[in-house]
């Protein structure tokens, strides 16, 4: 088992890009959850997927920021026009059925720097 | 909201000494939430160490130890002996219970063990 996967690793953009993060869950887990990690703010809860289903976004920024998960194997964070405060390393994990008691498991994240 | 205040790093310890990480944890959309410690060691991603879903219990794992009390609303990260390869970054977390899915951490604890 390889675990969660994100990709890349490391991202730069220029103020007002796009950005595209992914993320494959692992296998057979039903949960996917991203978070967001800051010096400032530490770890974000940004929005979380059951069954491919968004359950709760209520950690996105609402103008820029959209979540989806086309399919079991994988789940994307898009940002439009990035500004320098997205500037964070944004994990993605998966738990077997999303309930809190549940272990979560961590990609080892994507470093996004905003020029 | 639920939150979770944690020891403020670093800490820095000498090999074979004792620890203490304290925690302390805000709960207010459930009464007994999940507790957790996950850990962060250098150039690896985030990962469980130990978790409790009822309070009173203790949970244990690689020489570390933490007691789940409700009373205190506390659930502090204790080793009697560390090694250098615990340097690490720690994090407590909260889980908003059965049927609840989001979980809430701290700010993280930086851990330096010097030989």
């Known amino acids: 088992n390889a675990g969660v996967i994100q990709t890349p690793r490391h991202k730069v953009t220029g103020k007002g890009q796009e950005a595209t993060l992914w993320c494959e869950p692992i296998?057979?887990?039903?949960?996917v959850f991203w978070y967001r990690q800051t010096i400032v703010q530490g770890l974000e809860f940004l929005t979380y997927?059951?069954?491919?289903?968004?359950?709760?976004d209520s950690g996105m920024p609402k103008e820029r920021f959209s979540a989806q998960m086309p399919n079991q194997s994988h789940s994307t964070l898009k940002i439009q026009s990035t500004q320098p405060q997205d500037s964070a390393v944004y994990l993605c994990?998966?738990?077997?059925?999303?309930?809190?008691?549940?272990?979560?498991?961590f990609g080892a994240g994507t470093r996004l720097s905003v020029l | 909201g639920d939150s979770v205040t944690q020891t403020e790093g670093p800490v820095t310890v000498s090999e074979s000494e004792s620890l203490i990480i304290n925690c302390t944890y805000s709960?207010?959309?459930?009464?007994?939430?999940?507790l957790f410690w996950y850990v962060r060691y250098p150039g690896e991603g985030l990962q469980l160490l130990l978790k409790?879903?009822?309070?009173?219990q203790k949970g244990s794992s690689r020489g570390f130890e933490a007691t789940y009390n409700k009373e205190t609303t506390s659930f502090h990260l204790q080793k009697a002996s560390v090694q250098e390869s615990d340097s690490a970054v720690y994090y407590c977390?909260?889980?908003?219970?059965?049927?609840?899915?989001?979980?809430?951490f701290g700010s993280g604890t930086r851990l330096l063990v010097s030989p």
């Open positions: 994990a998966s738990s077997p059925q999303g309930y809190s008691q549940n272990t979560l498991y």
């Open positions: 296998s057979g887990h039903s949960a």
């Open positions: 997927f059951r069954n491919q289903a968004p359950i709760d």
């Open positions: 709960a207010t959309s459930i009464a007994y939430p999940n």
């Open positions: 409790v879903i009822t309070a009173g």
């Open positions: 977390a909260l889980g908003t219970g059965t049927g609840g899915y989001k979980v809430v």
